[in-house]
């Protein structure tokens, strides 16, 4: 495909005006003329801007079933009389709709590639491989007492998953492992973990910090913050994201820089949860490479990627009174190019021959992108969703003009309201 | 018209199915069963959501035309250096155009009314009249040295806006009048305004301790907070409504709640220019009627309500790590009936019989609506403003599907981005 006279973002994120051309899955031309050669659909972008194809770096996509459920209570309650309950009672198949409602939901909105962990990743990757959409997909692994990593059940689904999905349909699925958190596992998990990546080449995922309670509670348990805990371990010296950093130290900013731990910024589930505000800034400030992620649609609720780069461009600013924090065009990175990088995938997020055709296509022709000023700033603080009208994984449109080109979304939608009506049901 | 077999929020804000009927301007009929009778239109509502139009209670309309202009900047370096010279060169038909584009907008996010302070209002109000929205418009005095009141220019402009357009069009303009802010007018000004408003029967507006700055130098120069001081000059003592509240005390919350004055809650033109966080979940506790409004497209950069219900639906609770604050259904009464209040508009803002039929009709049928478990969580955490597909006001059908029935949005569109790129080529 070939976009002509279009808005693009360039590989250094300026604004131009020119030609992108792609062959196959690969961007072939970025640049002021118009190659030769046939690149097959020609699009003329007047009024349009391509942007990489937004990275949701924090997802646990079946949630989507639990959309609104549980509003308004405090966390406790929530989790343990709405959240864990509602979640026992999904199946294999609730859990595939659940997944595809989400997926659809984010191409929809131009995401390109999610990082999940949840259960039923095997469903989960067969929602990825039948949209188009790519994945980075972990189960989660929890342990208690003295229990180590081999031999545990989710362990042993994490094994099946490498080997059935890590690397297929061309490398649009890969597999990671994760542990759930510092407050799930236990040290020996953490070590055999650690080194089990190490021998396999593999990324891990964890959460951070998310709440004080439990950063505190760390502390005050194991005498260090949940990132040194992790660093003494060993854990951070393969490849990590770690989700929230709501209530990391400056100490702990100073670790995950110096191990090069990717983290997943959730502004919007960390306030609706009451989490917090993250130290986004001074993690910024310190070269820690910062994502964008929108945790599962239980706690946000949507998984709207221009609602995130709106809630972080905005929130660090007005808490630290500097309008001069987060600059649109950094927002911009950490929902693409910083999100690249939290998936280990080295070849997207960015607009750039040689790199995979992932995009979203704006439309900017609509009032409330009207007068252009500032590309950047339109796109953090004034575009919606709903005004991507095409997006495009490996150079294949899998989402045009409220169509999805490879699956049936209304009958997801169906099949996915019919599970969380039967659970909510079961559990009234 | 009529809806049958739709969702709609009845007048306690409960979520009901069944049937809305208007005729004219009003509505009829809200109940279970289908009235007998022609009422024109039949809209079946199956998958839609019937809510009362959105009320943008502080908006500065045609600074859309400086959407995203000095990105970034601190904030006196904004005001100074972008804001204040290009205003200077905002001429009255860039005004008209600048203003249609922001209420081609609202009324496609489903905004049926707002309230605006600026320069221009004539323009303004033709806009308004041609569009088929609801404003309440002010031309906002400012005072210096012993200035008074009477015989000041602008005070002059008030009073022929008032006799062309106060009540115009069956109602649907309003004329205020308004203050600029307690910084900027004088003690004479306030009792002078304070007694016109008292003799004609007219609602008064202004900012009220928007930045910590304003509200600090306010209290060293005279001793009282902003709040206080008009208390003290018998301003509060007229129907007032205040924009912002940013930094208001305790002691003036108890004087907005004491004199029934509205306050205008605009999260997201507080965090983004680093105002800071208004002190929303005490204002509402206190018994003050707290509405929504998004300020100007420069500062926010859109003129969304959604967006706007979002980000005072979450940040509270992040700020004070209480996931039980702000309520969805709260946010939603902020963001219409305590609108119309705000407003002084005693009949609209919400769907009862005998109300203004002005509605916003959301289709539900999309993946990030999907499933419903929580209609009213939905609405402020999950929908778009795309998600409208109707806005009515005062019975008629003002936008659907994209279109505006009343006016060319798209020679607003192109009229008003050639204002802008003039005015900033200007100032290059």
Redo the contacts between chains.
């Keep these: 495909m070939i976009f002509r006279n279009i808005y693009y973002l360039d590989e250094s994120f300026a604004v131009r005006r020119g030609c992108v051309a792609a062959r196959g899955d690969t961007i072939e031309y970025v640049g002021d003329s118009v190659p030769g050669g046939d690149f097959g659909e020609v699009i003329d972008g007047a009024a349009r801007l391509l942007l990489p194809g937004l990275i949701n770096a924090h997802c646990h996509v079946p949630m989507?079933?639990?959309?609104?459920?549980g509003?308004?209570?405090?966390?406790d309650r929530?989790l343990n009389e709405r959240v864990f309950p509602f979640e026992d009672r999904i199946g294999g198949e609730d859990a595939y709709w659940g997944a595809l409602?989400?997926i659809?939901?984010m191409l929809?909105?131009g995401v390109t590639s999610f990082s999940d962990m949840y259960d039923h990743c095997d469903r989960i990757a067969e929602a990825v491989r039948i949209s188009g959409i790519k994945a980075n997909l972990a189960r989660g692994i929890v342990a208690f007492g003295e229990d180590g990593l081999y031999g545990s059940s989710r362990h042993e689904e994490s094994l099946r998953l490498l080997e059935k999905w890590h690397g297929a349909e061309g490398g649009r699925i890969l597999v990671e492992t994760a542990l759930h958190s510092e407050y799930m596992t236990n040290e020996r998990t953490v070590r055999e973990m650690a080194e089990f990546c190490a021998a396999r080449g593999l990324r891990a995922y964890t959460h951070l910090s998310e709440t004080?309670k439990e950063h505190d509670e760390c502390v005050e348990r194991r005498g260090v913050t949940p990132a040194r805990y992790f660093e003494d371990l060993g854990f951070f010296d393969i490849p990590v994201t770690v989700a929230h950093c709501t209530h990391v130290t400056g100490e702990d900013i100073a670790i995950l820089e110096k191990h090069g731990v990717s983290v997943v910024h959730c502004p919007?589930s960390?306030?609706?949860?009451?989490?917090?505000?993250a130290p986004v800034a001074q993690m910024l400030a310190g070269g820690v490479n910062v994502a964008l992620g929108t945790d599962g649609?239980s706690s946000?609720?949507?998984?709207?990627r221009f609602?995130e780069m709106?809630?972080a461009?905005?929130?660090h600013?007005?808490?630290?009174?500097?309008?001069?924090?987060t600059?649109?065009a950094q927002v911009v990175r950490m929902a693409t190019q910083n999100g690249a990088a939290a998936q280990g995938r080295a070849d997207t997020g960015v607009i750039k021959a040689g790199f995979k055709a992932d995009f979203a296509v704006l439309n900017l022709?609509?009032?409330?992108l009207?007068?252009?000023?500032?590309v950047?700033?339109?796109i953090v603080?004034?575009a919606?969703?709903?005004?991507v009208e095409m997006t495009v994984v490996d150079g294949r449109i899998v989402y045009r003009d409220g169509e999805f080109l490879l699956f049936d979304?209304r009958e997801?939608?169906e099949k996915?309201?019919k599970?969380?009506?039967r659970i909510?049901g079961e559990l009234e």
Excluded: C
Aim: charged residues 20%; glycine residues 12%; without cysteine.
């Design positions: 989507t079933l639990l959309r609104g459920y509003e308004g209570l405090p966390l929530w409602v989400g659809a939901e929809a909105g004080k919007e960390n306030l609706k949860l009451g989490s917090g505000v649609a946000n609720n949507n998984l709207n609602e709106h809630a461009g905005m929130i600013r007005g808490v630290a009174r500097n309008p001069e924090l600059p649109a022709g609509k009032p409330h009207t007068p252009v000023h500032d950047m700033s339109d603080f004034a919606q969703a709903g005004d979304a997801a939608m996915a309201a599970s969380a009506a909510a």
